[in-house]
């Protein structure tokens, strides 16, 4: 029987099966079945020419196709190792924009659109999903992909404040799931070397880290002007895209990309960044199961009514274990864009597309940085999907993701309390004030809750 028409009759079966199938067409591409069908079973159709075969792909849906969405998309449909079976998102253009091109992509219409990730993640023969979704939606999707058993890759910043982020790591954790966060500088050379340099000491003892992020407003949408209030377009199920938010009127400037702009929704330039270069900060100092113990901060805000309320021009100053300093400042040009650690014996400083080193010697390919190697990644969607096959922890597992966040956050509520706030990073909670400790979570719009 040829391999296509197993593949068919197999796919009737229960999608519990799905796990007996592979093994069953694993089987078949192994070297002793081969002998036993030696004039019916093409090599290609069983992926022996560096492609996976169908049957041993990684089942895949992208939850919220917008601006990340799509890029993932992109992404994963370069990856022989995934198949993509579904597309998720409350806004229709955005839906039909993602399933097009996945389709077209395999020369079929078998990609499934969803507006309900509940529903999606009720399929059996699902294995994984990537989030992006605006934070203030990733504490729901992602809990509940975890419970649904699925294998998780979802964006920076964890979550949109530190209890849904917790809850997040508790679930992935009690399902046993595969978690990779969409730090992905992690997975590229420079900022690889960079941290490589920094543990193995080349710059000294560092006393000082700068992490240089953006200030303002970006006007992703150009809706500056589109504060108007006005019905929602039909093509967007715009009450489901509020969710655990607040009830509010609809207008452009709150919704897609600028949504980050507002505080129920997202964190403005420092959560929207923390988890890039606050997030390399960390992988150098070997702090990801580490935190600051105080964290003070001073900001620029627009009026707080306004609908994009978050800080303008920021400058976060956290205290850390073995007396280092981290400043992360948006809107001070004395502090460069990215990561700079600053030691004893010198600097180091990365940032996309650049690295910098007081000694240019450390810069050279053939520089012995030392013993310790931070690990090479085939690209931060492959290294995902390789840990979903082989249950290794990926680079940024959910428990780091939320460790890189934790000072934004934290900077955020010194801002907002206007004082310097005491962390107890291995009991991760505030201490002795109840003000900011309220800060930590947000009540979500009934009925939306955890679970
Ligand atoms: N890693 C990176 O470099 C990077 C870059 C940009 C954005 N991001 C992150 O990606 C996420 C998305 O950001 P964006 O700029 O793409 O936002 P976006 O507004 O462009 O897209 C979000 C999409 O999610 C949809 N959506 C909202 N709630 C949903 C839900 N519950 N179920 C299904 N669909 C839902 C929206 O309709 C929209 O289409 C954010 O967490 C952001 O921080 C990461």
């Given at each position: 029987m040829e391999v296509a028409a197993l593949e068919t009759r197999c796919d009737m079966i229960d999608s519990s099966l799905m796990s007996h199938r592979r093994k069953f067409l694993q089987s078949l591409a192994a070297p002793a079945a081969a002998a036993a069908f030696p004039t019916i079973v093409k090599a290609s159709a069983l992926g022996l020419e560096g492609a996976v075969p169908p049957s041993d792909r990684i089942t895949l849906a992208t939850v919220g196709v917008g601006w990340m969405g799509g890029g993932h998309v992109d992404e994963f449909l370069k990856l022989p190792a995934a198949q993509y079976i579904a597309v998720c998102d409350f806004d229709e253009t955005h839906l039909t924009q993602a399933k097009s091109k996945i389709d077209l992509k395999y020369g079929n219409q078998s990609c499934a659109a969803y507006h309900a990730f509940e529903e999606l993640f009720s399929r059996r023969d699902l294995d994984a999903v990537s989030i992006a979704v605006p934070d203030h939606w990733h504490g729901m999707v992602a809990t509940a992909a975890a419970r649904a058993g699925k294998d998780i890759y979802c964006e920076k910043p964890l979550a949109h404040n530190f209890a849904e982020g917790q809850a997040m790591v508790m679930e992935a954790h009690r399902h046993n799931r595969i978690w990779q966060t969409g730090s992905w500088q992690r997975s590229v050379e420079n900022f690889r070397r960079g941290c490589e340099l920094v543990r193995n000491g080349v710059a000294g003892r560092i006393h000082t880290v700068e992490v240089g992020l953006p200030a303002g407003h970006t006007d992703f949408a150009k809706t500056?002007?589109?504060t108007e209030v006005t019905a929602p377009p039909p093509t967007l199920l715009y009450d489901r895209w509020l969710g655990p938010a607040p009830e509010a009127p609809y207008c452009p400037a709150r919704v897609h990309k600028n949504w980050r702009w507002n505080y129920w929704y997202g964190g403005g330039q420092l959560m929207d960044w923390v988890g890039h270069h606050v997030d390399i900060a960390h992988w150098g100092l070997d702090f990801d199961n580490s935190g600051p113990s105080e964290v003070e901060g001073s900001g620029d805000f627009p009026p707080r009514d306004a609908l994009w309320n978050t800080a303008t021009r920021y400058k976060i100053t956290c205290k850390y274990p073995r007396d280092i300093t981290m400043i992360i400042a948006g809107g001070y040009p004395e502090i460069r864009s990215g990561t700079k650690w600053i030691g004893s014996n010198g600097w180091i400083w990365v940032d996309r597309g650049k690295f910098e080193t007081s000694n240019p010697e450390w810069l050279k390919p053939e520089f012995d940085a030392g013993p310790v190697h931070l690990p090479k990644s085939p690209g931060h969607y492959a290294q995902f999907l390789e840990c979903v096959k082989s249950r290794q922890k990926t680079l940024t597992p959910s428990e780091v993701a939320l460790h890189s966040a934790t000072p934004g956050w934290l900077g955020n509520i010194a801002m907002f309390v206007g004082r310097k706030i005491r962390w107890d990073?291995?009991?991760?909670h505030i201490l002795d004030d109840a003000e900011a400790s309220k800060l930590l979570r947000r009540d979500m719009r009934a009925p939306y809750q955890l679970g």
């Open positions: 500056a002007l589109q990073a291995g009991a991760m």
